[in-house]
């Protein structure tokens, strides 16, 4: 059985919740290499997930010299996430990056053009789009059951869940708050769903309302206001070249009871969706409106047989699979780039106070 040597880089949250545990149930990948700027997060990965012959670096380049190495995920702050994939990209690897594509547009425009230029695969962590319900309305929108997608909302609501660990909060490693932490996925479902990539005008807001309270009641324990500089909230309006609208919603902290994450509702000519009370398909038959609800089973999914049916695993197993076979990846660089256009837009227009439009 061929197998893919991957390594890691980044051995922090993120690796260890979702990445090493994933790739762990995938038969066909190897860990091979372990990296991280304290050694000691990647020695304890090793243990817990390594082959016996793998490695530990504490420097990322030296680790991308080991030619054995086919694979790359990339798990580090948001900052890193260009130089460390275009690195990768140019030692030989395939890179799954974890989202957001990166920091700035800019950045993600360059991942892509070397991915071209090298012909190595690149794909980004958007596992939201391997759920059971996101699979399903993808192959509904698809088949044409909701028609034309014209009015959408992309949910990425917390009432009070704000991380308080590593540099979540902090706007320099970060590049923003909830909006490109959490908005990025529901960003990304709704124009996987829309098949709509041609943004025309954005206009978005961003707040800094609820993060400078002291002693705040938080899932994860009160926060810092001096170190909390990146947004607790933010909302924007997309319009599309074809005249398609989305709304989208972001927050870490607001005082809602409204609360969906990594969720969309979708309006169409010939039926609406929504996964607020699990998967829900809207419309008219026969002169009465209906409400359809969708149950998803828990079986085994054929294209990966052995894999749960987890969208972390799925995310795992499916990259893997395009790796060794050379098909094509589940989240493709090309909506990734355009998911940080949009997010980067939005920052835009909360800083100028002016909608942003695009080419």
Known sequence: MAKARVGIIGCGGIANGKHLPSL?????????????????????????????????????????????????HVCTPNDSHAVISIDALEAGKHVLCEKP????AADARKMLEVAKRTGKKLSIGYNNRYRAD????????????????????????????????????????????????????????????????EPAVVLGRAYHKLSQTENAANAWGPWDPAKFTVEDSAFAMITFKNGATVILESSWALNSLDIDEAKVSLSG???????????????????????????????????????????????????????????????????????????????????????????
Request: charged share 30%; proline share 1%.
């Open 101 to 104: 594509m990166a920091k700035t």
């Open 134 to 197: 996101s699979r399903y309305l993808k192959e509904a929108c698809d088949a044409g059951e909701l028609g034309e997608i014209y009015f959408a909302k992309a949910h990425a609501i917390r009432r009070r869940a704000v991380p308080t660990w590593g540099v979540f909060l902090d706007e320099e490693k970060q590049g923003g708050g909830p909006l490109i932490d959490i908005g990025t996925h529901a960003l990304d479902l709704v124009l996987w769903m829309m098949n709509n990539y």
């Open 24 to 72: 762990a149930q995938v038969k066909e990948a190897e860990i091979v290499a372990f990296c991280d700027i304290i050694v000691e997060k990647a020695e304890q990965a090793k243990a817990k997930y390594g082959t016996e012959d793998a490695k530990v670096y504490a420097d990322y380049k030296e680790l991308l010299k080991d030619a054995s190495i086919d694979v790359i």
């Open 269 to 359: 000519t010939k039926a609406g969706a929504d996964m607020k009370n699990g998967l829900r398909i809207n419309g008219e038959q026969n002169s009465r409106l209906y409400v359809k609800n969708i149950e998803l089973n828990s079986g085994g999914v054929a294209f990966y047989e052995g894999a749960s049916e987890t969208a972390e695993v799925l995310e795992a197993a499916w990259w893997i699979d395009a790796v060794l076979n050379d098909k094509e990846t589940f989240v493709k660089p090309e909506q990734a780039l355009v998911v940080s256009e949009i997010l980067e837009a939005i920052y835009e227009s909360s800083q100028t106070g002016k909608a942003v439009y695009f080419e």
